[in-house]
T-cell receptor, first 114, second 114 residues
Framework: DADVTQTPRNRITKTGKRIMLECSQT?????MYWYRQDPGLGLRLIYY???????NKGEISDGYSVSRQAQAKFSLSLESAIPNQTALYFC?????????????FGPGTRLTVL | GENVEQHPSTLSVQEGDSAVIKCTYS??????FPWYKQELGKRPQLIID?????GEKKDQRIAVTLNKTAKHFSLHITETQPEDSAVYFC?????????????FGGGTRVLVKP
């Protein structure tokens, strides 16, 4: 779905570096989410935001922080990257006000921490 | 919090046969159960969902059933085709108060053999 974009698509970094992953959407949705995907573990929620002034921790928020700069932008930061944060990261959006609970995912960012 | 278990983790079927994936959830207040399909290298996309006031829902070759008493729901794919090969994720929405926050199962890799 081209309405939800993520940058970068791939990133290789070293242990201890600060990394920011960005998500933008043109769907006009109020809710945004960050997930990480690891083999066999499905999609695990890191942080979510129901509007610009709302930030909530998900099930695995340790080591991560987020910023909702605008309704359309939601960034995920790794303050000091470590190897077990190597994963595929997805941003998603939804808006029940539009009559659906569907979450729309971005294309993903593959992050490797060496 | 909510816990979603998904089985099997891998499923191999002959083209034309049926495939069934089962999920159980722990929070009896959960009221929304979507299924997402993720093709290789692609983002997860919603294929079907069901709410707690409905026992079964069909969309062409795909159906989902829900047993609230037993707290489990299943995805049924009939007349499987090679393009059904993908990873499938079930999810549950823990409660109305949680908004759209979803808890995902670990995923099932389905391979349809021609």
């Amino acid at each position: 779905d081209a309405d939800v974009t993520q940058t970068p698509r791939n990133r290789i970094t070293k242990t201890g570096k600060r990394i920011m992953l960005e998500c933008s959407q043109t769907k006009g949705h109020d809710r945004m989410y960050w997930y990480r995907q690891d083999p066999g573990l499905g999609l695990r929620l890191i942080y979510y935001s129901f509007d610009v002034k709302d930030i909530n921790k998900g099930e695995i928020s340790d080591g991560y922080s987020v910023s909702r700069q605008a309704q359309a932008k939601f960034s995920l930061s790794l303050e000091s990257a470590i190897p077990n944060q190597t994963a595929l990261y997805f941003c998603a959006t939804s808006d029940p006000r539009q009559g659906s609970d569907t979450q729309y995912f971005g294309p993903g960012t593959r992050l490797t921490v060496l | 919090g909510e816990n979603v278990e998904q089985h099997p983790s891998t499923l191999s079927v002959q083209e034309g046969d049926s495939a069934v994936i089962k999920c159980t959830y722990s929070d009896s207040a959960s009221n929304y159960f979507p299924w997402y399909k993720q093709e290789l290298g692609k983002r997860p996309q919603l294929i079907i969902d069901i709410r707690s006031n409905v026992g079964e829902k069909k969309d062409q070759r795909i159906a989902v059933t829900l047993n609230k008493t037993a707290k489990h729901f299943s995805l049924h794919i009939t007349e499987t085709q090679p393009e059904d090969s993908a990873v499938y994720f079930c999810a549950a929405n823990p409660s109305k108060a949680a908004g759209n926050k979803l808890t995902f199962g670990g995923g099932t890799r389905v391979l349809v053999k021609p």
